[in-house]
Structure formats: C-alpha cells, structure tokens
C-alpha cells in the first residue's frame, strides 16, 4: 500500500470553471445575431422585475382605467353596491359589536321581554282566534315584574325560538312564524341593561334577516313556479316589478299588510325592514319606503332603540339595487339631535349624570360609525364632494350638518370614511371643525391625531402643510394633559421628520421635555413616546445626527419598563446597521444601553424579544472598532465578558474578537509579542465558560489557529489538546443530545484534522499521535451511527495521505513555524507510521459500513469511502480488492442510473487501468515463457488464467 502524490496547483487549475468579465446584465435576454441587449416584454402580470422601472406609457394606461372606472359610476344617489361586500362588512361589524360590548352574565328580564322566560309558551288556538289575535301580544306579567336570568339562557332562549320559527314556517304555519317574529323584535324596546343592547340587537336581527330570506325565497317561487311547484321561469338578478306574476305580488302585498297592522311602532319598522328587499316585487322605485320609514323612526323616543334601528335600516337597504343614500343623509340629521340633546343636557334637571352620558354615547358611537361606512362606501371620489356638501361642509365650515352645533363624535367618523385626497383638499375647514367640536362625545385630540394620519397618506406641501402643522400645534400647545399632547404630535411627526420642518421638531421636543420634566410617565404616554422615538430612529440614519437634537437624551432618561427596552432594541439595530462603531463616546452610551437590556433578561424563560436583545447585544459588541487602540478594545471585551456574562453566544463572539484582534496585531510589528499572547490567554480563560462543547471546540480550533499564525507552537498544541478533550466529552456523553447533531461534529473534526496538517508535529508522542487517541474514545460507542463512524475513518485516510506529501497542499503564513514535510521529510519510520494508521482503518471500513441499516445511506457511505480510497491511494491489488468491494455495496443499495455511483465507477475504472496495463504486461511475459518451455520440454501450453493465478 503507497500513498498517491498529489500536485494540488494543477488540480486545482485543472478542475476550476472558466471565468470571464462581463459588461452585460444578467437578467436581460441578448439577441443571437448580434450584442445588442433587448428586454423582452413579458405578457404575464404577475412577474413583478424589480430592476424594471414602469414605463410613462404603462402609467398613462393605468391612470386612463382608473378614470374609466370613476366614468362607469352611477349618479350621487343611485348606484350598485356588491351584496356579497356588503354582508362580509355586516359580519366584521357584528363581530366588532360583540367584541366591544361583551354582554354582563346576567340580565334582567322585564314584561316587555316575557317571550324569553321558557315557561312562557305559545298556546295553541284555532285557526280562527289565530287570525283573529295573530298580531296581539299577550301580557305574561305586570308591567313592574322584573326577573332576572343569566345571559346563556337569554341567548339559548332566542336560539330556541328561531328553531320555533323556521320549524313553524317548514310545517306551513306562517301565521305562527310571525308572531313568533313579532315577539322577538319586541325584545329590542327592552333597554333596562344598556350594556346588553347592542349584543340583543345582533341576535334579533339575526332573525329577521331569517325571516326576510324565507318570505323572498317563498315569494321568488310563487313568481317562479305554477300551484304544482313546477318552475316555469327564473327571475334575473335585476329584475322589475313587471317580470313578477300578480299571484307573486298578491302574496307580497299581503306580508306587507299584515306588518303594517302591527300595533307597536319598534317590531313593526323592524319587520318591514326585514322583508324590506321584498319590496322589489311590487315596486321599481323600493327607496320611497325607506324615506317613510325615516320618518316613523322619529317616533322612537329611546335614544338607543332609534339609533339601532337606523343601522337595522341600513343594512337591508344594502340588499336593494341601485342604492339610495339619501335617507342616511336624513338619518344623520337626526342623529345629531339626538346626540345634542344628550351632550347639552342640564344634569341637575335631567337626573342624567355625565358618567352616564358618556357610556350613552359610547353605546351609540357604532351606530354612527355604521351609517357613516355606508353613506361613503359606494360613491367615486367626485361624488363624494357632492355628499360633503349635503354635510355643509365646503359651504359653512362652522357648521357640519346644518344649523346645530359640530359635534365631536360625528367629526371623528366623517374625518376616519373619507379619503385621505378629500381630507386634503378641505384640511383647513376640517381644523376649524374639529376646533369647534370640544365636547363629550369625543376627545378633540383623537380627531387631530386622526387627521394626521390621513395627511400622512397624501403629505399636503409648500404653504398649504406648513400652515397646517402650525395651525394644529398652536391648539395643542395649548393642552395641559400629556398624554393628549403626545397622542397628536405622534400623529404629525412623520411629516414633520420627512419634509424636514426642524423648527417644528425642536418645538415638538421643547414641549415635550417641559411636560415630562419631573413627572411620572404612565403606559399609555409611554407607549406615545416610544412610538415618537422610533419614527426619529427610523429617520435619521446616524446615531450622531440624533444625539446633536436638543433634549432627545434628556426625554429618553424618561422612558422606563418595556417601553425603554424597545426604544433600547432600536437604538442597537439603528447603531449596528453601521459598517462600526468607532467613536468612544457613542461606544459608552450604547454599552450602557446594553447593560440595561441585559440586566432584564431572564436567561430560565428566553422571549422572543429577550432573545432579539441578546442578538443586538452580541451584534453590538462584533460592530465596535477601536482602531489602532487595539488595547484599549481588548479592555472593551473584558468590560463585556464582566457585564453580560451571563449571555452565552455572547461569550463566542468576544473570543472572536478577541482572535480578531490578536491577528490585527500580527500584522502590526509593534504589537506582536506581548500584545498577541494577552489576547490568546484572553480566549483561553473565556473558551471554558462557553457551555455548549461543540461551540467549545470551534473555539479552541479557532484560537489554535491563531497561535499558529503568531508562531505560538506550545499555545497551539495546549489549544488542539483542549479542542480533543472537547471531542472526547461529546462522544463519551449519553448519545440522546448529540446524536442530533452527528454532521456538526464530523465537521468539527475535520477542521481538527485541517488544522493538523499545519501543526509541527510532535516527534516524542508521535506524528499521528492525535489521530490514534481520537481513534481510543470512538470504537466503544454504539450510539455514534455507521455513517458518523465512517465519516471519521476517511478523515483519518485523508489526513494521512496529505501529510505524506512531500509538498504539503498549504502552510502556516509564519516562516518561524515549519511544516511537517520539512520536519519528517526523508524520515521512513514517519511516513511507516503514517501508512500503519491508515491500513488499520481500512480494516474496520467494510465492516463499519455493513452495520448501517438503511440500504441507501449504506450504498452513499460506501461510495464516500471508496472515493476516499481512490483520492488517498495509488492503485495495488490491496485497494483494488477494497474498493470492489465497496462498489459491490453500493451496486446492491443503489439504483444503476444513480449519478454518484456511475461517476464513482467512472473514476475507478481510471484508478485500475494502470493496474491492468500492468498485468497485461506480465501475461506476454508468461505467454513467452510458456512458449520457451513448451519447446524444450514438451509441456502443454498453461492458459493465461492459470498463469495470472501462479
């Protein structure tokens, strides 16, 4: 067995690809005719080049789709609204309701809602008292008995009855549905638990809407079908009254008739509403009812039951095509009496107390905020102006909806539904509206908050966004409440930072720091402050330019709690984006910034936002640079191994650093001797703190590598040997924690053995002496796997074939640290020594490769081993035998047409051809001498087999 001779220059020309310069980008196509570039226009849209800028044609052809879309829009009061939005929108504001307002868990009951008590029964009567009392509701108490029941009863009572309902209406019995139905919506004039209302109103409208599918779909058959149910036309989706067959509208009139004799006002609104899109059958013009029914409304004196009824109104208006807003535009109207009468209300006369009017308005607000969404969820943008000025806004600015007074509320949903171009275009009359809305249905600040961050969206310029941010701070600096102040500057403070209005930010932060100085700051100011502090972080690209700005350190001292540590984080993120980080006074602050992340981290229960502080930290530490003070920065890490020890990857990155350092100064004359070994002891006293062994081991390979470089043979070998403990406990461990990790530690040892081929070897213990000792602790471990096992002993062949060389592939860049090829060349018993270690490993790599289970990894590590052979070996009937052997193995695991398989044989076939020349040779040879004996001794001529096989 002989080793191969390896010139490592020429295979490492001969297997390089070839490389050329190119002017041309990648991504353009070029014609194959000539060097002209094209880019191909590609027809798909959802190919998304970011190197392709859009073209003037391409924005003209957009712009000219937007307009034809506005063109396509109906007139102001008659447009089509998609069914299919309208009723997800329906479903997120249900959801939105219930979430807002979760019901109490018991509510009290009084004889309105008698319907609801189960014992309260419908009694059966003939058909002739049916009709004659089907729209009566008779009374199970007295109007003073109250009861009281939980809130699942209430809802599994009006569950129960919509089962009762749809049950009735599937047996024929209408007449029972309806007063079923009526009774439900007398629930809605019980208000004596406020908080409960809106969760009643979701579930009673849940039925009507019931109950108003089931008589379209009953009327939609009487117009499609004859008596026998046989269908004998289908009504399109946009159909007129004309399209409908008199028994069809017959049966529609009279539901309508039997509504309207209902004698209390509320049920009967709310059942006409229901089967309000009925309405579509009789009448090509259905919006006439909605005006009429605004007007009933008005009759509802409970301030609650009005204003849901209105948001029941519009929601089934939603379902008639086209749809009219000119009924909100009335309802809105009446809204603002209704929430005048509440806002300006004498307490002494009322009885009302403030707190209760404010929970009043609270329990109205979405009611406003429903009807607003629809008045502008339809109409183009330039309808919109015309639905502004049914508002009076653009003729009396003063005044929003006529003649009374603005009301805060109403001006926070206007502001919110518009568009962010329309808010714009009327931003100084919307200030002087929200000046004059001061009053307790909303808090003025939330109003200017809000109109800044539509400004935002459009960012107003020249004259016109100087005098609105001057306007809106002249009226917040007027504000004494903090967090007031905070909420609207947060609001403007990135349209003050991006059109860079610096007299206005150093009158945000003046303020600011005049308002927090020497007073507690609470979560909800606190959570203003970070939000400003980011948006200053986010803006300035150096950390420099932020710690110039007057009070910005002072008003950060301020922040505390969570609030501290995400501006802290940013803070971090912002310095380490930086190539580094070389200014020492930055250094400090941002080191003391670190210290305070640190001390917060819970090392037993890593967040995720600890673990992010503990990535900033590290980041911080790489980033810092001090230059040619390259003690001064080895004084910054022992600072940091004192403050964050207990952050273990921070640990890795100052040995890092550390090796970072020791070879800048390597390079520096000056600084080589002492300066070197303070950073290696540095790393060797740091290294062992580390707690994951693997990372241990990198680290110590690491360091080795650097003694090398510095001509530091001993520390090297104490660093290699420290690096082998390391190995030693990972294989000696239980098996269950490492065993995952099988291919991080092969290649941890294989950077060992690298590092091998450069370090002077040892002629008392031995130039393999690492290698065997390796070998001891990994042959008595039945968790470590074939494949592991496998991996080893061909890093042990390859080693061995590399330190053969009588030229070594690389050398340590120090002319004080020779290298093996020097030390041992012309030495037998060295390279004797080398070949012994490698013949015994081959004795154990059959063997070790048949224990793996899996036939493909067994087919993929025999043909690693093989290579290996075939890389390390020149070819002898030794290897030869071998390496049949592997091929055989691999044959029987893999499929023929495997890739690597057919390129592994291709390779051994060159591997034996010399081999085979050779016996060929031999064979003429003994053919001569066969010859030669037939002739003089008279014996037959041996066959060529038998004469290979003497």
């Known amino acids: 067995m002989e080793f191969r001779a390896r010139d490592y220059i020429a295979e490492e020309a001969s297997s390089s690809l070839h490389r050329a310069p190119t002017d041309d980008h990648p991504l353009l196509l070029v014609r194959p005719s000539s060097n002209q570039v094209d880019v191909v226009e590609l027809k798909r849209n959802d190919f998304d080049d970011p190197l392709r800028r859009q073209t003037a044609n391409e924005k003209n052809l957009v712009a000219d789709v937007q307009d ?28 939105s309701l219930m979430q807002k307002f979760p ?168 059942l006409e509403l229901a089967i309000l899109h009925c309405s579509r059958f009789l009448n090509d013009q259905p919006f006439d009812s909605l005006h009429r029914l605004t007007m009933m409304m008005r009759g509802l004196a409970d301030p609650l039951a009005s204003a849901y009824c209105r948001v029941y109104m519009a929601h089934c208006a939603l379902r008639l095509r086209p749809y009219d807003i000119g009924y909100l535009i009335t309802c809105f109207r009446d809204f603002k009496i209704i929430l005048s009468n509440i806002i300006f209300e004498n307490d002494a006369k009322s009885g009302n107390s403030l707190e209760n009017r404010k929970q009043l308005i609270g329990l109205l607000e979405p009611a406003i905020e429903w009807i607003m969404k629809c008045i502008f969820k339809g109409p183009c943008e330039r309808q919109i102006e015309d639905v502004l000025m049914e508002f009076g806004l653009g003729t009396t600015p003063s005044d929003l909806c006529g003649n009374l007074k603005c009301i805060s509320i109403v001006v926070h949903h206007l502001i919110e539904e518009l568009p962010a171009e329309i808010v714009c275009s009327h931003v100084l009359e919307i200030i002087k509206l929200i000046e004059g809305s001061n009053d307790i249905s909303y808090d003025q600040s939330l109003n200017f908050r809000l109109l800044g961050f539509k400004l935002y969206e459009v960012r107003p310029e020249g004259e016109l966004l100087d005098s609105i941010i001057g306007e809106v701070l002249q009226v917040i600096n007027e504000y004494d409440d903090l967090d007031s102040y905070l909420k609207v500057a947060d609001a403007y403070f990135d349209i003050v930072l991006q059109c860079h209005m610096d007299s206005y930010l150093a009158m945000i932060l003046d303020s600011i720091s005049r308002r927090t100085c020497g007073r507690d700051i609470n979560e909800n100011e606190l959570s203003s402050l970070q939000s400003i502090f980011i948006k200053l972080l986010a803006h300035h690209n150096n950390l420099d330019d932020l710690f110039v700005l007057k009070h910005f350190v002072e008003i950060l001292d301020v922040l505390h709690g969570n609030a501290r540590d995400v501006v802290n984080m940013h803070i971090l993120r912002k310095a380490t984006r930086n190539a580094c980080i070389c200014d020492p006074a930055t250094i400090q602050f941002l080191f003391e910034i670190s210290q305070a992340l640190h001390d917060g981290i819970d090392i037993s229960n890593m967040r995720d936002d600890h673990q992010q502080a503990v990535r900033l930290i590290t980041h ?21 191994r004192g403050a964050f020890g207990r952050i273990n990857d921070l640990k890795e990155a100052l040995v890092h650093s550390s090796n970072y350092l020791a070879v800048k100064a390597i390079k520096d004359a000056n600084k080589f001797s002492g300066f070197v070994k303070s950073c290696i002891a540095f790393s060797e006293v740091t290294i062992p703190s580390v707690s994951a062994n693997m990372m241990q081991m990198n680290l110590y390979i690491e360091t080795a590598e650097v003694a090398l470089l510095a001509g530091l043979v001993s520390h090297a070998d ?69 494949r592991m096992r496998t991996r080893f002993l061909c890093s042990i062949v390859s080693l061995s074939a590399t330190l053969s060389q009588e030229k070594l592939p690389y050398h340590v860049n120090n002319e004080e640290v020779p290298g093996n090829d020097i030390i041992f060349f012309g030495d037998p018993s060295y390279h004797q020594e080398l070949i012994s270690i490698s013949r015994s490993v081959l004795e154990k790599l059959i063997d070790n490769i048949q224990l793996e289970k899996h036939s493909a990894a067994r087919g993929n590590i025999a043909l690693e081993a093989c290579n290996c052979i075939l890389s390390s070996f020149k070819a002898s ?34 591997y034996v051809s010399p081999l085979i020349t050779k016996i060929e040779i031999n064979i003429t040879k003994l053919n001569i001498l066969s010859v030669n004996c037939h002739s003089h001794h008279g014996h037959p001529l041996l066959s060529t087999m038998e004469m290979c096989t003497l």
């Open 103 to 270: 019901a109490s868990k018991m509510v009290s009951v009084s004889s309105i809602s008698g319907v609801i008590i189960k014992s309260a029964k419908v009694n059966e009567k003939s058909s002739t008292k049916v009709h004659i009392e089907e729209l009566n509701d008779p009374q199970k108490f007295t109007e003073n008995e109250v009861k009281v029941i939980s809130r699942l009863e209430y809802v599994e009572r009006l569950r129960e009855l919509k089962d009762e309902i749809r049950h009735a209406w599937g047996t024929d019995d209408r007449v029972t549905s309806l007063k079923l139905s009526i009774k439900v919506a007398k629930l809605l004039m019980d208000n004596s638990v406020s908080e409960f209302y809106p969760t009643l109103f979701i579930l009673v409208t849940e039925v009507m809407d019931m109950l108003g599918d089931m008589v379209w779909e009953r009327i939609k058959t009487k117009a499609e079908c004859d008596n026998n149910g046989t269908r004998i036309c289908s009504l399109p989706d946009y159909f007129q009254s004309c399209d409908v067959c008199s028994d069809a509208k017959e049966t529609c009139y009279n539901w309508f008739c039997k509504i309207g004799s209902i004698h209390e006002l509320l049920p009967r609104i709310y």
């Open 68 to 95: 034809a879309a506005h063109i396509s829009k109906r007139g102001l009061f008659s447009y089509y609204y998609d069914p299919h939005i309208s009723q997800k929108d329906w479903g997120s504001f249900k959801t």
């Open 620 to 640: 911080f530490v790489e980033k810092v640079d001090y230059g040619a003070a390259l003690e001064r920065h080895l004084t910054f890490l022992l600072e940091c």
């Open 877 to 910: 009937e030794e290897t030869l035998l071998l390496c049949s052997k592997l091929i055989e193995i691999a044959k029987s695991c893999s499929n023929p047409s495997d890739k690597y398989l057919r390129s592994t044989i291709n390779v051994f076939d060159k």
């Open 718 to 786: 104490g660093l290699v040997d420290a690096a082998v403990s390391c190995l030693r406990d990972l294989v000696q461990a239980d098996g269950s924690q490492v065993a995952i990790d099988i291919d991080g530690i092969a290649l941890l040892m294989q950077r060992l053995f690298s590092l091998l081929v450069v370090l002077p070897g040892n002629p008392e213990r031995g130039a393999v002496y690492i290698p065997k000792s390796i070998i001891s602790f990994y042959d008595d471990k039945p968790w470590i796997t074939p």
